[in-house]
């Protein structure tokens, strides 16, 4: 299993311009989830699914959009990139029938937007 | 009031020392609780699942306190492999699969 995986690893922006930031995971999980990283703070929450084509706002939403329209892929939509959207963006999924289900993480995506 | 806090670090510990992280939680019904390892500029990564009152893996210990809603990680004989950021993150609670990450302790191991 390749586990989950994110692409690009690395991407510069411009302030203005869109992008996808793509997220697939190979063991099936029902959950899917966006965090954010940023310097001396926790990961943060943007958007989760528990399910296909289910999808909700976590803690920090605006700007983001993402659909889950097959059980293995989760893509992140920034419509119109802005320099508060630097951060490490990491996807996640977690089984909610495993008797222990934590979360499994990808290796992240580095944005910085100019 | 923060969902998740732990102590701010950093630790600065020399090679086979022990060391203890404490972490507070805001979410008294949280149901799962886990800590995971960050090394610098990667994923996040389980070290250990916490569950009941505590339990112990090779020379990690963690324990949980659900009536003061406080858990902790013990390490003994810390490496130098062990230098790395630990979050603390309680999971569940009214919106069921959510998992709360507290900003981390970064540990040091010092030959």
């Known amino acids: 299993n390749a586990g989950v995986t994110q692409t690009p690893k690395f991407q510069v922006l411009k302030t203005g311009q869109s992008m996808t930031l793509q997220c697939a995971q190979d063991m099936n999980h029902e959950y899917m989830s966006w965090y954010r990283q940023d310097p001396g703070m926790g990961l943060r929450l943007i958007h989760y699914s528990v399910g296909a084509g289910i999808t909700d706002q976590g803690e920090v939403p605006n700007g983001y959009n993402v659909s889950r329209s097959t059980t293995e892929d989760f893509p992140l939509r920034l419509l119109s990139a802005a320099p508060s959207q630097t951060s490490v963006y990491f996807c996640?999924?977690?089984?909610?029938?495993?008797?222990?289900?934590?979360?499994?993480f990808g290796p992240g995506t580095r944005l910085t937007v100019l | 009031r923060k969902e998740v806090e732990q102590d701010p670090g950093p630790f600065n510990v020399p090679e086979g020392a022990t060391v203890a992280f404490n972490c507070t939680y805001s979410?008294?019904?949280?149901?799962?609780f886990f800590w995971y390892r960050q090394d610098c500029r990667k994923e996040p990564k389980l070290l250990m699942s916490v569950y009941s009152s505590g339990n112990e893996d090779g020379r990690f210990t963690a324990q949980l306190n659900r009536a003061s809603q406080y858990i902790s990680l013990l390490i003994r004989d810390s490496k130098l492999s062990d230098s790395a950021t630990y979050l603390c993150?309680?999971?569940?609670?009214?919106?069921?699969?959510?998992?709360?990450f507290g900003t981390g302790t970064s540990l040091t191991v010092i030959p």
């Open positions: 979410n008294s019904a949280s149901q799962s």
């Open positions: 996640a999924s977690s089984s909610r029938r495993a008797l222990i289900n934590e979360q499994f």
């Open positions: 993150v309680p999971k569940g609670g009214n919106t069921g699969n959510q998992f709360y």
